[in-house]
């Protein structure tokens, strides 16, 4: 048996001892894990330190997404402790229902099982992972990404020193220490042992994991989102809209990445929003008609309209109506979030029903679209797959459903 | 762009239109599909003759599933009209709720969009997905087996038929012509086109399909499933219950394939139990603890504890308590239906709550298993996974959710 193999048969061991724990004891493990890692910030710290001294090539905003300072893992901390006052997504009531022949049908939730997370550079992910799937009595299983490694091993043993403490189970939370790709490979393949594998880094990271996984995927994540700015908006609120869309939180997959605009207001509003654009930082890029109107915009590339730039970049392009605002996006899409700015009830209702994606908004920035904004809560990540969950996903989404059938001897005719 | 190409742009092109459609439109149109699969059964009968004539290898079982008479046609159409008494699965009313920043959050549920149905021999499969997608929305693609293709396309050219005397677009209902693993092959590498895709067949065939997809895929139908009788089980019933899950329809995957009796009542109940069974044609395998009580029991071989028969054979073992006979069905089970035949609380209590499986009995036949008796009216099939569904999948399995945001300019900080 390979050491991945055994991390499974561990995991799966420990399902049983997760799912059923009270969720009072599921709330004292958490309040409990968030002291331990207020209580060893320094030992976190030093391993962080290690990691950092190793990451030499990672940028600027890389670099501050892999560093715990106090600050940070406190923060962490309180976001944990957080968990411990959500809902408890097992609880009943369940619905059930009798069968003709007497016998009683229970529709429970149940927790999926074996949660994988597979993650790149950010270690906060380890805790919130761990919390969420503990929440929802699933072990977990945690491969996070090399330049992390020395973080992940110190944050994960704090929280099995926990579990152990609280008379658990250690292996309710399991971190893969080899990470190499062979280890992510193995991982996927692991059908036995994982009931569904929940990647989280970049676009061209998890269409990998979707192309080669055999296990239960959640895709999360890929946002190449679009605005589209209808003839009929409030064209100073647009401005406000796209440049806090595009600027609050360039790298994150909310951040609007593409502008369409309706060709009717093209000649008066492109150069307001050209100008706040550029104003804000942002590097434009467009097609023929933009650059005819604003020429200090660059040359949109094909490439350009099915690129993610999670940066300061924006690609801009003029629209004849709603129709070809929608088929473009369509076309264009990740399936995540998309806009329309509009007064016009009519191209809003045309616009909602027929975009296909997980979240579709008027008139607000699809920075929202985040399981805390929703009101969840707490996110496992962003489900952009119309199987089982989309759109941000709370602790529901790590659960499932199991029917119960008590009888008394029916049998079929 | 290949054949099957066009297939999933047609389909991709046809699911607004079928998603617009009201409740109304759709139940007439189902309504009348019932109606031409009445008028056209000579057509029907005439094509499904020549798949007969070509079908000289199949045993007589897959004959008959396969044939289609005057009788069958109108039991196909009648079970299609009756898909329009259905409850709308797109119909609210839905959640929504207010962001403090005032926009408001709909969550409205909307067809998955393409589904694809790859199956095997039975040509009702096409009539039966083409209704219930038709029901939730969505656009259909069809791949039946080499076997059945001539009255699967007359199947589906009435459908198609009747679409267009609607007013509607026929891709919404698509059969693919090309029955060679290539097509199959294709389909499951399609993830511009196709939403989910629903396999039905052998285990190995749904083996082939989870290893090798890359669009999203719903899991069915593979039933290893046990029948655990405990010491207090009330004997008469339990052998009614066993001859009944056994035998009554021994080719489908609720039928039950493997025995687990308790130690302490081994020698009492194990030659009453075999002695039904034999009666009612079943042949016996099993494990030494068996064979020493009872010898006309054949010896089990280690491949029989994981083989779905789908016929008159059933493996029998002895467990020494209930433990047992849970760690062995969680090492063994498919996760489809399983059975503790018990009057002790806790042993059921304990079962119910520790093994695996979508559906878990007390002291009722697995037969059970199934859309229509769970009251859901119809079945897409039975889903063996954790995703998305579990257990018998009705129409609101065919659809996901989509997040509806209607603010007035709100911006994140």
């Not at 149940?110 to 906060?124: D, K, T, W």
């Not at 975009?355 to 489900?383: M, P």
Request: proline letters at 3%.
């Amino acid at each position: 048996m390979t050491k991945l193999k055994l991390i499974g048969q561990n995991a799966k061991k420990a399902t049983l001892e997760v799912a059923n724990l009270t969720i009072e004891k599921r709330n004292t493990v958490l309040v409990a894990m968030a002291q331990a890692l207020k209580d060893n910030w320094q030992t976190i710290n030093t391993a962080n330190q290690a990691d950092l001294a190793a990451a030499t090539e990672l940028s600027g905003s890389m670099r501050n997404r892999l560093t715990l300072d106090q600050a940070t893992i406190e923060g962490i901390a309180e976001s944990l402790a957080a968990v411990s006052d959500l809902k408890d997504p097992l609880a009943g009531p369940y619905e059930n229902w009798q069968h003709p022949t007497g016998f009683k049908i229970v529709k429970k939730t149940v927790p999926l099982g074996v949660v994988a997370m597979v993650y790149e550079a950010r270690p906060n992910v380890t805790v919130d992972a761990a919390a969420l799937t503990l929440k929802s009595g699933n072990a977990v299983i945690l491969r996070g990404g090399k330049e992390a490694i020395h973080s992940n091993q110190a944050l994960a043993e704090v929280l099995r020193q926990v579990l152990v403490e609280q008379g658990l189970n250690p292996d309710i939370i399991q971190l893969i220490q080899d990470t190499s790709h062979d280890s992510v490979n193995e991982l996927l393949h692991m059908r036995d042992y994982i009931d569904v594998l929940i990647p989280r880094g970049s676009a061209k990271f998890i269409d990998f994991v979707v192309a080669n996984a055999t296990v239960p995927v959640i895709e999360t994540g890929a946002g190449n989102t679009h605005i589209f700015v209808d003839e009929s908006a409030v064209q100073n609120q647009a401005i406000d809209v796209i440049v806090n869309a595009k600027t609050q939180k360039p790298a994150v997959c909310n951040a609007a990445e593409k502008l369409l605009v309706h060709e009717k207001i093209a000649a008066e509003f492109l150069p307001k929003i050209v100008q706040a654009l550029t104003n804000a930082g942002v590097e434009l890029r467009g097609d023929t008609a933009t650059r005819a109107i604003s020429p200090s915009v660059k040359e949109a590339s094909a490439a350009d309209w099915d690129t993610e730039y999670n940066d300061l970049i924006m690609a801009i392009k003029v629209v004849k109506d709603t129709d070809e605002a929608i088929s473009w996006i369509n076309e264009h899409t990740t399936h995540h979030s998309e806009t329309i700015l509009s007064e016009d009830a009519d191209h809003v209702a045309q616009f909602m029903n027929m975009v296909d994606a997980a979240v579709v908004y008027q008139n607000v920035s699809s920075r929202f679209t985040d399981g805390f904004e929703f009101g969840f809560g707490a996110e496992i990540g962003i489900s952009t797959q119309k199987l089982h969950a989309r759109g941000p996903m709370g602790l529901p989404a790590l659960t499932t459903i199991k029917y119960e059938v008590f009888g008394d001897g029916q049998t079929r005719h």
